[in-house]
């Protein structure tokens, strides 16, 4: 009856555990997904009224970038 | 010439082939894909150094013919160049890179009605003719002409292809298949934080796909060129053909 229970948990945890690590997969996906589409949309936006903006690669990458890591790591800076 | 599809042929060929083959190493695939047009276009356009203006009398010629450089867009010159970067770097992944890169540009070239010198030393320009290559009319004219006709059919195909290729965008992809064949990213990664290097990565199908986008707004809703989706169109430019 004891190690009943003990394995019931046993598993509960673990369930719990991986809805915990499926929703944080999820909510990174989610974030990283929010950034890409993001700086696609203002980099269209700009490149189209400003189109030296939409010929260089190395800007693209440069707004990538910005996207991607720069502005986030600045931002988990300021919270922290 | 083509504009998107540039960006796109190294994602969507190691999609097919890349993973499961040979080891190539994927910087150098897009490093191939751009890089005809890194050593022409310029030139073409026309660029202001130190407030001179620089510009090829015969866009055309120099950017596909005989005398210029539309040796750059050769098969044999993608051959030359990879077996160039063997004998530097003794790197066959980018060897290989280069050589396939190279070759797809140049063979996605050929659908304009100006085409590319394949196999030169041999000057005839194999061309399909599908869109009217207007290199020769500027940057600005050449865009709305290429996203008029049926150069926008092209690069859509390119579109679907690459965004079809989407599991290789994964980073578990890129850790197991991308990352161990080429030493520039370890190299990378010893200097940036993994986000920052999958950007990298991915930064070609992002400047493709934006550019895709970015340009049809630009060419239809901002500026409203008329659509031509016909062979060799579309007619209201002056298509250039081989000289």
Known sequence: ????????????????AQDRDRRRFDRALLRTSALYLGAGASYVAIGVFFTPFMLSWIIAFAWLLLWVWVVPAVARRLRS | MSWVAHD???????????????????????????????????????????GVHLRASDPVQFHRGWPGAGFTHSLTFAVLVGTVAYVLTRSRAWAVGLFIGMSLHTLTDIGDTVGCMLFFPWTRHFHVGAWAYAGQTGRFTDAAAYYSGLGFVWDSLWVVLALAAWPIL??????????????????????????????????????????????????????????????????????????
Not at chain 2, 8 to 29: C, D, H, M, N, W
Not at chain 2, 189 to 201: F, I, K, N, Q, S
């Open chain 1, 1 to 16: 009856m004891v190690e009943e229970v003990i394995q019931v948990d046993v598993a509960t945890v673990a369930e719990h």
């Open chain 2, 8 to 50: 796109l042929e190294p994602y969507v060929f190691q999609r097919k082939i890349g993973g499961r083959t040979i080891a190539i190493s994927f910087v150098a695939l897009t490093i191939g894909s751009w890089g005809p047009d890194m050593m022409t276009k310029w030139f073409v356009y026309g660029t202001n150094v130190v």
């Open chain 2, 170 to 243: 994964r980073s578990s992809y890129f850790h197991e298949h991308i990352a161990p064949r080429d030493g520039f990213w370890s190299w990378a990664g010893r200097r940036l934080p993994d986000e920052a290097v999958l950007a990298v990565y991915r930064g070609a199908i992002f400047f493709g796909l934006c550019r895709y986008s970015g340009w049809m707004i630009w060419a239809h809703v901002r500026h409203h060129y008329a659509f031509d989706p016909t062979w060799g169109g579309p007619h209201w430019v002056d298509a250039a053909h081989p000289h």
